[in-house]
């Protein structure tokens, strides 16, 4: 059916305007998230009795590096998902076939954020850095939110498509 292809790539595009959007946002306010980097790493907000503590790292030049890296994640979520969308447009009324094989960029872009906001942010910020115990830096809902929004369109997407009528 024509609306179940169109509707994934709909959802694979507006992901990708989501991520593009993130990615764009720390890079011109760049301090605002530069400081969650900084608190999150440097563990300073969590129990102040916390034996994890010993895991803070308060390196300035490491601070840096992941909050590049995070940006780098972000910026390639958002294109491989919109390179994702565009070769599934192109590919809308195609054979079944060609149109599988045209999901392959929308789900590298989905498991790159998965890669982000899923291990990056739940399982070691959030875990290993403790930023559960934060109040005031602890972005575990967001990550959580972000993270089924990208598993649950990876799913349908990866769901088999058959010929269109």
Same mark, same amino acid.
């Given at each position: *059916?024509?609306?179940?292809?169109? &509707? $994934?790539?709909?959802?694979?595009? *507006?992901?990708?305007? !989501?991520?593009?959007?993130?990615?764009?946002? @720390? /890079?011109?306010?760049?301090?605002? @998230?530069?400081?969650?980097?900084?608190? /999150?790493?440097?563990?300073?907000?969590?129990?102040?009795?916390?034996?994890?503590? &010993?895991?803070?790292?308060? &390196? %300035?030049?490491?601070?840096?590096?992941?909050?590049? /890296?995070?940006?780098?994640? %972000?910026?390639a979520?958002?294109?491989?998902?919109?390179?994702?969308?565009?070769?599934?447009?192109?590919?809308?009324?195609?054979?079944?076939?060609?149109?599988?094989?045209? $999901?392959?960029?929308?789900?590298?872009?989905?498991? /790159?954020?998965?890669?982000?906001?899923? !291990?990056?942010?739940?399982?070691?910020?959030?875990?290993? !850095?403790?930023?559960?115990?934060?109040?005031?830096?602890?972005?575990?809902?967001?990550?959580?939110? !972000?993270?089924?929004?990208?598993?649950a369109?990876?799913?349908?997407?990866?769901? $088999?498509? %058959? %010929?269109?009528?």
């Open positions: *059916m024509i609306a179940i292809r169109l &509707s $994934k790539v709909l959802l694979t595009a *507006m992901l990708a305007a !989501f991520a593009l959007l993130v990615a764009w946002d @720390n /890079v011109v306010d760049y301090d605002t @998230n530069y400081a969650f980097v900084q608190h /999150v790493l440097s563990m300073d907000t969590t129990f102040p009795d916390s034996v994890l503590r &010993s895991r803070a790292i308060t &390196s %300035e030049t490491f601070w840096r590096i992941v909050y590049a /890296v995070i940006i780098a994640a %972000e910026f979520t958002g294109l491989l998902l919109a390179a994702g969308a565009i070769a599934l447009l192109m590919a809308l009324r195609a054979p079944a076939a060609r149109f599988n094989r045209a $999901k392959t960029l929308a789900v590298i872009g989905a498991t /790159v954020g998965l890669g982000l906001w899923l !291990f990056g942010f739940l399982v070691v910020a959030g875990n290993y !850095f403790a930023m559960w115990q934060s109040h005031e830096w602890n972005a575990q809902q967001a990550a959580f939110r !972000f993270a089924v929004m990208l598993l369109v990876l799913i349908f997407v990866c769901q $088999k498509d %058959e %010929e269109l009528a």
